[in-house]
Each structure stands twice: as C-alpha cells, then as structure tokens.
C-alpha cells in the first residue's frame, strides 16, 4: 500500500471491536484492523494507563498486518475506569496484564503475534514475552524500559538533577511522605490518588503530571503538554495506575527482564531509543540488547522520549520488513 505523506500510512478504523471479560469485575476493550487475514500484530501501549490511540495504527501495512489494540485495565475504554474512584484496581498488576493478553490471544484465534510496546508498553511486552516466548514471532520496542527500580527512580527523583526547581515542587506535593526517597514519594502520591476528597485526587494528578511534562520539556514537540495536556479524566487514570505500579516496583524482581531475556532467544527484535531520552535514559536499551542475541539497538541520536521523524522512520522500517512480502 501506498504511504501516507507523513511517512506512516493512511488512517482507518476498526472492522471489529469489542469488551473481553477478563475476570474480576473487569472488561477490556480491544479492537482489530487491517486485513483479517494478516500477520498478527498486538499493539502494548504506554503508562501504565494510558490508554491507545489512534496513531499506532498508522504504523503497520494494513494490507500485511492484522492489528489488535487493546486499552490494559481500568484505562481508555475498558471498565470500571480507574477515574472512578470507586473502581477496584487490586486486581490491576502486571500479572493481571499478562493474562489479558494472552485471554485476548485465544479469544481472537491467534497463535503467535508481533508484539509493538513503547515505554510501559516495552516493559508489558518484554515480560508477557518472557512469561510466553512461544506466542510471539517478533518485537519492536520503542523507548525501551523495563521498570526497574533504579529506572523509576531515576524518572522520580535522578532527573531532578536537571529539574530541581520542578522536583521541588512535586516532592511539596506530598509533605507526608517519610523522606525523599522514591519509594516513600511515589507510595506517598499513590495513597492521594486513592483519596476520598476529589480536591486532594485532582491535586495530586496536576503535581504528578506537572512533573511528568517537565522531565519531558526539553523535547521538540506539538501540541498540548503531554501529561497535563489530557482530558481530566483520562490524566485521573493514569496517574492513579501509575502511582500504584511504580510504587510497587510493577510488581517485578529487580532486573528481572533483563537477568530473563534469554528466554527471548530466537525472537527477532528491534529496539529504538533516542539518545537523549531524559525519561528513560539509553543505557537500560543498551543492555537488553546485550542480554537479548536476537535484537538490533537503533540509537536515534537526536530524539528523546517521544521520538521525532527518525524515530517513526526506524518503527515504520522494522514493522515493514517483519511484514513479510509485500504485494504491489
């Protein structure tokens, strides 16, 4: 199929949709598009909780790809939305987003998939790979992390070597915490957002994106902020998930997906990573390359945590050649 402009291709939507029951009260909305006779392809999206969008379809050929999307728990489409502070979300861990994939997996008929994830989406990927190597074809990764605790903590505290003034303020937001270690801030900011008085969850919401779009403001992008930017209700999801993952490590061992990619042997993977990401410093990309034989690093040497027009030209380029032939 022809390119878009822009370099990625046409928009289009959905020819099917629904909610999947995955247990415990909770339904997750997936959708699929291209050509249903394709390569599969799931796309993992970022946050946690943030929900996918639109644009990640735009990076697969649909006339090669059949792609699936799905928003994870308790964010975007899926219920009960983590906005509510009603909803239950002990059941929302990185176990839990593990067996929806793969419920989603037999539920859709597929028996191995290519595995798109950026940011949070890398480290769901990586681990529902590890736990599953057998289900997935290939992987391209963007922005990689893995979440350990020493990259959450850079993210939370190590980078306000660059933003102290911003730090200072998102430390004031929480003077309950027991000290300035991350784990006590980050724990700290998750009991807010769990908070029955709706100022204190919006407080707590504004302080952690405020912090989220500082770490970030060095990068050359459009549009609306990219935390603070968000509709109210979608910020209150994903601030409320993601205060509740990193302050609890994502409930993994520490290096644990990289100590275990071996597990990702004879998977071909694609790894794309811009060198100045602020958020998710290169190293962590660097050495799951190492660990994992079968993954190229690209380095986009001027792009940070969003990525630019190289960082799409890369994506664009690994997702076509794991496409398989193309017909013209």
């Not at 291709?9 to 629904?18: M, S, V, W």
């Not at 102290?164 to 900011?189: H, I, M, N, Q």
Request: net charge negative; proline share 8%; charged share 25%.
């Amino acid at each position: 199929m022809d390119r878009h402009p822009d370099d990625k291709y046409p928009p289009i939507e959905p020819y099917e949709h629904g909610m999947l029951d995955v247990g415990d009260g909770n339904l997750v909305y997936w959708e699929a598009c291209g050509n249903p006779a394709g390569k599969p392809a799931l796309v993992v999206h970022g946050g946690p909780g943030s929900g996918c969008a639109e644009w990640p379809r735009r990076y697969f050929d649909p006339d090669r790809y059949r792609v699936v999307l799905f928003d994870q728990r308790n964010c975007g489409r899926s219920a009960p939305h983590a906005s509510d502070p009603a909803a239950d979300l002990r059941h929302n861990t990185t176990d839990h987003l593990i067996a929806d994939m793969e419920r989603l997996r037999v539920h859709l008929g597929v028996d191995t998939w290519l595995l798109f994830g950026w940011s949070w989406g890398s480290t769901l990927a990586l681990a529902y790979a590890e736990r599953h190597p057998e289900r997935v074809s290939e992987m391209v990764i963007d922005s990689v992390t893995t979440s350990r605790r020493s990259e959450i903590d850079w993210l939370y505290r190590g980078a306000s070597q660059f933003f102290p003034d911003a730090w200072d303020v998102f430390r004031a937001g929480v003077p309950e915490a027991a000290s300035d270690a991350t784990p006590d801030v980050l724990a700290a900011y998750a009991r807010r957002t769990e908070s029955p008085d709706p100022e204190v969850r919006a407080r707590a919401t504004a302080d952690w994106c405020a912090w989220e779009d500082a770490v970030l403001s060095l990068e050359t992008y459009t549009g609306p902020p990219p935390f603070s930017g968000r509709p109210g209700r979608a910020q209150q999801a994903l601030v409320r998930i993601c205060a509740r993952y990193f302050s609890r490590g994502a409930w993994l061992e520490e290096g644990q997906l990289i100590r275990d990619a071996g597990r990702l042997a004879g998977i071909p993977g694609a790894l794309v990573h811009g060198r100045l990401d602020m958020g998710g410093p290169l190293t962590t990309a660097w050495e799951l390359a190492k660990a994992w034989p079968d993954a190229e690093l690209t380095v986009i040497a001027d792009a940070g945590h969003l990525g630019g027009a190289a960082t799409t030209r890369a994506v664009l380029a690994a997702l076509d050649g794991f496409g398989g032939p193309q017909d013209r």
